[in-house]
């Protein structure tokens, strides 16, 4: 049993070391390593074995034409000396001699009956030689043969009368290339020796760069260590190159962003225990007042209760609201997209703001210049539009006015509110889609409102990938536009 909890130990401290080796491998600073050497030690292998080759094979070419030359010579001064004739031999041989002892090889002469004649080694004058490249020369085939093999050559070269109709011999040359390969040899090795060298810097340098391209990475990560304490306002200062600057200032501009978001949880949360604490304390002391009390008079009860009636109606409302807002927020909210008419839809929301508008003499004027047909969601569309028509009423003077009206092009349709209200101050107009954001306080508690009206109304209309704007001018009135396409994206 103890002999096989062992085994078991022993294969899971195997298993975890090969696991530790694959997670070295996906390491950024190997894998960048692994590039720059292959870039960088690949190309200069293949350089250099491509290099050999090609500098071994033009010097034996090089050798061989060389040898032709002198061959073709050899062969130019054996006609005009008459030499297979002639008793004066003495300048050819010394020819042959010195091409013989300058390229360390062999030459034949071979006359018209395939004899020997001349032999730089001299140990095959006067004999026969029956090679088939020494035939077909003599055939007129061919006036030149080369063969060569992997440490020599042999070339065949015709001996051809001057007016190129007979053939009176064959030049035998037989050559190493032992010169060739000994310098070869010798290039191979100091080139192989560089390449180590060479090889040995590249990888050092890899290394080094490869570090160097990395540290910038570890330091942001060393920095993100610190943020996920919770502390979003610090900053990553690093900026070694280009491409970690940008991530740098992208991880940033999230911090940012998550920092605004844990600012407005905190704020909204603050806003709605605010908003709910004044109603609650309300009831509280109300409900209070009746209980401490004996003999509470039945006018008094009935008015404490329609007291506390009216709290819990503000109460439920900002509940209602809030549950509006987000459900909005949500990303993969769900739209109920229907093909509606527009000009119908804005007609039945007015038809329920009117009453409102009546009771302080407020005129509403409709003004649709089209028939307008859309893909919206009318529900939340509707509560949209409700708040800014419904606002413009209520921040109204009495005897005032709202003007609606609605255009439309062949892509988006238009709605405008314009009313002759109390207006809204230049400075205060970038926060009023702000969630619990109020202009005036005081004046939007006596009217009902929570400071979500507008922050809906946009989250609705940005749902319908849509744009609101507003210009005001205190006490001279308010307009907003609102611009939603005619065919739903999603």
Not at 88 to 103: P, T
Not at 444 to 460: P, W
Not at 469 to 481: D, L, M, R, Y
Request: net charge neutral.
């Amino acid at each position: 049993m103890t002999r096989n909890i062992y085994i078991q130990n022993g294969v899971l401290a195997i298993i975890s070391r090969i696991k530790e080796k694959i997670n070295v491998m996906k390491s950024l600073h190997v894998q960048s390593m692994g590039v720059l050497i292959v870039v960088g030690v690949v190309p200069l292998i293949v350089f250099s074995i491509i290099f050999l080759n090609v500098f071994q094979a033009r010097s034996i070419s090089k050798q061989i034409t060389e040898l032709q030359m002198r061959g073709n010579v050899i062969a130019n001064r054996i006609v005009s000396s008459g030499y297979f004739t002639s008793e004066d031999k003495g300048e050819v041989d010394e020819e042959l001699a010195r091409v013989s002892d300058s390229y360390g090889g062999r030459i034949f002469i071979v006359d018209s009956k395939l004899r020997v004649v001349r032999d730089t080694y001299g140990l095959e004058e006067g004999g026969i030689v029956v090679l088939p490249e020494v035939v077909k020369c003599f055939r007129g085939k061919t006036t030149k043969i080369v063969n060569q093999h992997s440490k020599y050559a042999e070339i065949y070269l015709s001996i051809v009368s001057a007016d190129r109709e007979s053939v009176y011999g064959v030049v035998v040359m037989n050559f190493s290339y032992q010169s060739v390969l000994s310098f070869y040899s010798s290039i191979r090795a100091v080139m192989f020796s560089v390449l180590l060298l060479l090889s040995v810097v590249i990888v050092v340098a890899a290394w080094l760069l490869s570090g160097r391209l990395v540290h910038p990475l570890r330091r942001i990560v060393s920095s993100i260590g610190h943020i996920e304490a919770g502390d979003f306002s610090e900053k990553l200062e690093v900026a070694d190159n280009l491409e970690v600057k940008n991530i740098s200032e992208s991880i940033n501009s999230l911090l940012a962003a998550v920092q605004n978001l844990e600012d407005s949880r905190q704020e909204f949360v603050s806003n709605v225990s605010h908003e709910l604490k004044t109603p609650i304390t309300s009831v509280k002391v109300l409900a209070e007042s009746l209980t401490t009390q004996e003999d509470v008079p039945v006018e008094l009860y009935k008015e404490f209760m329609v007291d506390i009636n009216q709290e819990l109606d503000r109460m439920n409302k900002i509940v209602n609201d809030l549950l509006s807002l987000v459900k909005l927020d949500k990303s993969a909210v769900q739209m109920s997209i229907e093909e509606v008419s527009i000009n119908e839809f804005i007609e039945g929301i007015l038809k329920g703001i009117t009453p409102i508008a009546s009771k302080r003499n407020i005129e509403i004027i409709y003004e649709s210049v089209r028939p307008v047909t859309a893909q919206i969601d009318s529900v939340k569309l509707g509560m949209a539009f409700s708040n800014i028509i419904e606002n413009a009423v209520k921040y109204n003077f009495d005897n005032g006015w709202v003007k609606v009206s609605l255009n439309a092009d062949y892509k988006f349709f238009y709605l405008r509110v314009s009313d002759s209200g109390v207006g809204i101050p230049e400075d205060l107009q970038d926060h009023i889609f702000e969630r619990f954001y109020r202009v005036d306080k005081a004046r939007s508690r006596e009217t009902g409102g929570n400071g979500l009206g507008l922050a809906i109304t946009r989250n609705a209309v940005l749902l319908h990938r849509g744009s609101i704007k507003v210009h005001s001018v205190e006490n001279q009135g308010t307009t907003f536009a609102v611009r939603i396409p005619l065919n739903y994206q999603a």
